[in-house]
């Protein structure tokens, strides 16, 4: 089992890494570099391609590698005078790429070709602002597709949720959900019966449970962090199992893993547990594809650490102080 990792390339990350698990000794191994590239923030992977956010000297965007002769080739790019994207996703069935610019308050559609080649389709772009520091203006943090195929957005900066069309290529705003002043929504998660979605907020330090459907509706709102915890934090990665039953979010400044039991068919969430990341600003984590694994990455301390998913979903450390380059990005492969 191998773990890919992409980050900042500020100190002495040279780009995206992969790093192998030992599921008998239960150890990662140290990372080896697997591409090498400025500023892989954030990456979408599948098969044998990788498309990943990327800054060239002035320029950033997004580039497209494919594996070839078991090593991994830039195939093409789309690169504008701008800051690099904030999260990146692909659509391999219908062949496109979406990412969403966090400082430049936008959402982009491309083409992908089974070759690799990336072509602009449309973007849009948002306005607005929000009642906190951070909220100075439009701050696109996730784009992805709904499980019936719309376009889902979060506004940081505007305290939205937005629903997109794509027809003819074309983004077309059909619903923007507005949420409680200074909640900063970051990433969404739907529950695998495409009834619920889950939001977590950033700047709220807390997550939403929303209905979906024919309509839209706010249910309840959960902390991810203690009543009694008074520092800066800041919510990051939301995950849930293929079954549904476990929600799991990632506090930046409090430092853990927060794991939910999702309760009700997936309209209520319990608190089952608050897990330290051994770590400094866990900025991602993932789940293997049996969700009987949870790795966590940490931006300002350059490690992860390897959880086990116990049945009752708390987490218990296997691993702890896995060494990677300034990790904004983890995955399992």
Same mark, same amino acid.
């Given at each position: 089992?191998?773990? &890919? *990792?992409?980050?900042?390339?500020?100190?002495?990350?040279?780009?995206?890494?992969?790093?192998?698990?030992? /599921?008998?000794?239960?150890?990662?191994? #140290?990372? !080896?570099?697997?591409?090498?590239?400025?500023?892989?923030? =954030?990456?979408?992977?599948?098969?044998?391609?990788?498309?990943?956010?990327?800054?060239?000297?002035?320029?950033?965007?997004?580039?497209?590698?494919?594996?070839?002769?078991?090593? =991994?080739?830039?195939?093409?790019?789309? +690169?504008?005078?701008?800051?690099?994207?904030?999260?990146?996703?692909?659509?391999?069935?219908?062949?496109? %790429?979406?990412?969403?610019?966090?400082?430049?308050?936008?959402?982009? @559609?491309?083409?992908?070709?089974?070759?690799?080649? %990336?072509?602009?389709?449309?973007?849009?772009?948002?306005?607005?602002?929000?009642?906190?520091?951070?909220?100075?203006?439009?701050?696109?943090?996730?784009?992805? +597709?709904?499980?019936?195929?719309?376009? &889902?957005?979060?506004?940081?900066?505007?305290?939205? %949720?937005?629903?997109?069309?794509?027809?003819?290529?074309?983004? /077309?705003?059909?619903?923007?959900?507005?949420?409680?002043?200074?909640?900063?929504?970051?990433?969404?998660?739907?529950?695998?019966?495409?009834?619920?979605?889950?939001?977590?907020?950033?700047?709220?330090?807390?997550?939403?449970?929303? /209905?979906?459907?024919?309509?839209?509706?706010?249910?309840?709102?959960?902390?991810?962090?203690?009543?009694?915890?008074?520092?800066?934090?800041?919510?990051?990665?939301?995950?849930?199992?293929?079954?549904?039953? =476990? @929600?799991?979010?990632?506090?930046?400044?409090?430092?853990?893993? %927060?794991?939910?039991?999702?309760?009700?068919?997936?309209?209520?969430? !319990?608190?089952?547990?608050?897990?330290?990341?051994?770590?400094?600003?866990?900025?991602?984590?993932?789940?293997?594809?049996?969700?009987?694994?949870?790795?966590?990455?940490?931006?300002? *301390?350059?490690?992860?650490?390897?959880?086990?998913?116990?049945?009752?979903?708390?987490? #218990?450390?296997?691993?702890?102080?896995?060494?990677?380059?300034?990790? /904004?990005?983890? !995955?399992?492969?």
């Amino acid at each position: 089992m191998k773990i &890919i *990792s992409g980050g900042y390339t500020k100190k002495t990350s040279k780009g995206i890494y992969i790093s192998n698990y030992d /599921t008998e000794a239960q150890v990662v191994s #140290k990372p !080896e570099l697997l591409i090498e590239v400025d500023n892989p923030t =954030y990456l979408a992977t599948y098969q044998d391609t990788v498309v990943s956010v990327v800054k060239e000297g002035s320029k950033a965007g997004i580039a497209c590698y494919k594996k070839q002769d078991d090593q =991994y080739k830039q195939v093409s790019s789309f +690169l504008k005078d701008q800051t690099p994207p904030a999260y990146v996703a692909v659509n391999p069935e219908h062949n496109l %790429i979406f990412d969403a610019n966090y400082h430049m308050g936008t959402i982009n @559609l491309y083409s992908l070709s089974k070759e690799g080649h %990336i072509d602009l389709l449309d973007t849009y772009t948002n306005h607005g602002k929000g009642v906190k520091e951070e909220q100075d203006s439009s701050h696109f943090h996730y784009v992805n +597709l709904t499980p019936d195929g719309k376009l &889902i957005t979060c506004d940081l900066g505007t305290d939205e %949720i937005i629903f997109f069309d794509i027809t003819d290529n074309k983004l /077309t705003p059909t619903e923007k959900i507005k949420v409680n002043p200074g909640f900063g929504p970051r990433h969404v998660i739907f529950n695998p019966n495409g009834k619920y979605f889950y939001c977590v907020g950033e700047l709220g330090s807390a997550v939403k449970v929303f /209905t979906y459907g024919e309509s839209i509706t706010e249910l309840h709102e959960y902390p991810t962090i203690p009543a009694s915890y008074q520092e800066h934090n800041g919510a990051s990665a939301i995950k849930i199992t293929k079954d549904g039953k =476990y @929600l799991y979010l990632a506090n930046r400044g409090f430092n853990s893993i %927060i794991a939910f039991s999702v309760l009700d068919g997936g309209s209520k969430l !319990e608190e089952i547990q608050n897990i330290s990341t051994e770590g400094d600003f866990p900025r991602d984590f993932a789940l293997d594809d049996k969700d009987q694994l949870l790795f966590a990455s940490n931006q300002n *301390s350059d490690n992860g650490t390897m959880y086990q998913v116990k049945e009752d979903g708390t987490l #218990k450390v296997i691993q702890a102080n896995v060494q990677l380059f300034e990790p /904004t990005f983890v !995955e399992f492969v």
